[in-house]
């Protein structure tokens, strides 16, 4: 427990982390409206694979209803990005110590590197996307988010 | 006297089903994964309808369009939370029983059932005369708006479950 960094420690003690961790109710709706936010970011973007795998909604429709979407799945993100921080500086020390909240990292910077690239390419493309092409892009894009998710849910199972 | 609901949770909780996911160190875990999991599956597809009745999101796709293509993906989840779910509520249903939100959670889900039905059976009838129209009709828009909350809610009451339990 006593060999997180120093910083996690600096982290902890702000007046932020205190209050959070004071309240008892804090950490629970917090943590609620991350969930919420979360399904909002990730659940967009299944539309979106759904789309490009051509199972619900016209696969030509993809540049399109991935523009429209585009701002609900960022402001999840933000509002999931937040409230993570928030719950991270609550518990800084503790959660640094957890290997599951590490590798949860390492996948969201994987999902959103790839969102940001690959994802993103295959989402702005004019032309019609080769059916191959399309299957492999959508079916890692949903295998990387419901992974990030898994491994939130996994800090508090296994953590 | 036992209230009969009481006496219900209790045989469930006893049954050998039960006490089967109790004593695995792996099914609670796997079940709880699984129904988190697909929270993503029935918000992300009722959310896109919801914003999109509030003419928000996908607006170049026509309603029924959305409402047939989506739809079918709700279900699906929906029908792996009710499973995963009501495993759940066996291997705790003792406990369960005296957690007001387990209860709130239930109301909840029956009110936005009721919604859908509501919709699907009403303004959603003539879905093809007003969804070329410049405006969508104030029931539907309050259909979307009541189903993005409630099923908000009903998230909410299952977290506080977690931390009840």
Request: net charge positive; charged share 15%; glycine share 10%.
């Amino acid at each position: 427990m006593n060999d997180a960094p120093p910083i996690f420690h600096w982290m902890q003690s702000m007046p932020l982390s205190a209050c959070i961790r004071g309240s008892r109710a804090a950490i629970p709706i917090i943590e609620t409206i991350h969930l919420l936010a979360m399904a909002l970011a990730a659940g967009t973007i299944m539309v979106i694979d759904l789309s490009i795998l051509g199972v619900a909604l016209r696969r030509e429709s993809v540049p399109r209803i991935a523009r429209e979407l585009g701002p609900w799945t960022w402001g999840g993100f933000g509002v999931t990005l937040f409230t993570g921080i928030l719950l991270f500086l609550a518990e800084a020390e503790k959660m640094a110590c957890k290997p599951v909240f590490w590798a949860k990292l390492a996948l969201l910077a994987g999902a959103f590197t790839y969102h940001l690239t690959i994802h993103r390419q295959l989402c702005a493309a004019k032309e019609p996307f080769a059916l191959a092409r399309a299957r492999l892009t959508a079916g890692a894009s949903l295998a990387l988010w419901f992974g990030v998710a898994f491994g939130g849910k996994a800090i508090g199972l296994f953590g | 006297m036992k209230p009969r609901l009481l006496v219900l949770f209790e045989w469930l909780n006893d049954s050998p089903l039960g006490a089967a996911i109790r004593a695995s160190e792996w099914w609670y875990p796997i079940l709880e994964a699984v129904h988190s999991l697909g929270i993503i599956v029935v918000l992300g597809s009722i959310w896109t309808l919801d914003l999109r009745l509030l003419g928000l999101g996908v607006r170049s796709r026509r309603v029924s369009e959305v409402a047939s293509q989506l739809l079918p993906f709700t279900w699906a989840g929906f029908g792996v939370q009710a499973a995963s779910g009501a495993l759940l509520t066996v291997s705790e249903a003792s406990r369960l029983y005296h957690i007001p939100y387990f209860w709130i959670k239930l109301a909840l889900l029956s009110l936005a059932g009721l919604n859908a039905l509501v919709f699907h059976t009403g303004v959603y009838r003539s879905v093809g005369e007003w969804e070329t129209a410049p405006e969508i009709p104030l029931r539907a828009r309050l259909a979307g708006a009541l189903s993005l909350g409630l099923w908000a809610l009903v998230i909410a009451a299952g977290r506080a479950i977690g931390y009840a339990l």
